[in-house]
């Protein structure tokens, strides 16, 4: 009674690069809650790529968010109120909350906060990117011990993770990433070579670090550094295409790959996947991350911002590589 529940919302659908202008900061009373949902109070707010194609309103896998209405997104919060028996206060939860420090949602929307470890590690190396790099890799890209894996944004939440699995399995790992994420790249994920994918002489490097051409290329980033990558591939290649961040603020996307020829000379096998679509299998994943995690055999970097109102600016920097590491909003202390 009496709480405000700050949100954000789109005020405006982008054309091409976010603004703060796109987003308002609203204040709203908090929500009232249904039977069968709980009230959770946000505590950490993850930030995703592919929110920008909920700003627009092109057709894609799940519904655009409407002017005016908050940022969808999934959040770790505390439930503070409960009308399911499902759950009760106090617990902490993973779910669609959105961009704003109250939420109602439905107990079936939900996902224990694994005790483990820190509560954050459920919107990263425990939650969906790890799982994005679990099964967007074993499952989709399948390698097998002695392969070369490229990766790209490979020093980002997906990336970092899929470099890490990739060598457990014995492959030898090449990263694309921006200058100043190299040194990450090697020594805090195990990645065997860094590569700036915006030096001029990148298929030189790439030759470099795949002297027989790429196995696996796990795709972050799509556009020019894919198409410098798709000219390496080695016979029989594996393309886990799981985002095409380079392509999202613009309006009409580049034409790369230009040459489809690889397919055919190299007999790629070249894949979309969407990570929900493994939701079945999530206790698995999230079992054997956890244990990686635990062993010591798999790091992961947090990247924080502190405040709701931080979200646009921080959203906006994520899509120009401002991010080091998997970025979170900390929405409110425990
Ligand atoms: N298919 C699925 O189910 C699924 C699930 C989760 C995520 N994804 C996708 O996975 C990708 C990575 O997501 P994330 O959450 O891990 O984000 P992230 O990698 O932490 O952040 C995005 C990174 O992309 C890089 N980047 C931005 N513009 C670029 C460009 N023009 N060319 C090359 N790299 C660029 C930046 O790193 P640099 O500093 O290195 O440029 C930036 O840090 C995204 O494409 C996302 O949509 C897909």
């Not at 590569?195 to 980033?221: M, Q, S, T, W």
């Not at 994520?318 to 590491?325: D, P, T």
Request: include cysteine.
């Amino acid at each position: 009674v009496g709480i405000v529940n700050r949100r954000i919302t789109l005020a405006a659908r982008p054309v091409g690069e976010p603004t703060e202008a796109d987003f308002a900061l609203v204040e709203a009373p908090v929500p009232e809650l249904g039977d069968g949902e709980v009230l959770v109070r946000t505590r950490w707010l993850s930030l995703d790529p592919y929110q920008r194609g909920r700003m627009s309103s092109a057709r894609s896998y799940a519904a655009p968010v409407e002017l005016g209405e908050v940022i969808t997104g999934e959040a770790v919060g505390e439930i503070v109120e409960s009308r399911t028996r499902r759950h009760s206060p106090g617990e902490l939860v993973v779910g669609p909350f959105g961009w704003q420090e109250w939420a109602t949602a439905r107990a079936g929307s939900l996902r224990a906060v694994s005790g483990a470890a820190p509560p954050s590690t459920s919107l990263h190396v425990l939650g969906m990117t790890g799982l994005t790099a679990y099964f967007g890799l074993f499952d989709v890209a399948r390698p097998r011990p002695g392969d070369t894996v490229v990766v790209s944004a490979a020093a980002g939440a997906v990336g970092q993770v899929v470099g890490q699995l990739a060598r457990m399995t014995g492959c030898h790992t090449v990263g694309l990433a921006s200058a100043g994420k190299l040194e990450d790249l090697t020594e805090t994920y195990g990645y065997d070579t860094a590569i700036d994918y915006r030096r001029e002489d990148l298929a030189a490097a790439l030759k470099a670090a795949c002297p027989h051409g790429a196995d696996v290329y796990f795709d972050n980033v799509g556009g020019a550094v894919s198409d410098a990558v798709s000219r390496r591939l080695a016979v029989g290649a594996r393309v886990a295409v799981c985002g095409l961040v380079s392509q999202y603020n613009l309006a009409e996307p580049e034409l790369a790959p230009r040459n489809l020829g690889f397919l055919i000379v190299s007999r790629v096998r070249m894949e979309g996947f969407l990570v929900t679509d493994y939701r079945h299998r999530f206790p698995e994943g999230l079992g054997r991350l956890q244990r990686w995690v635990e062993e010591g055999r798999l790091t992961y970097r947090e990247d924080v911002v502190e405040g709701l109102e931080q979200a646009p600016r921080a959203f906006i920097g994520l899509l120009r590589g401002e991010n080091r590491g998997k970025l979170l909003v900390k929405v409110a202390d425990a």
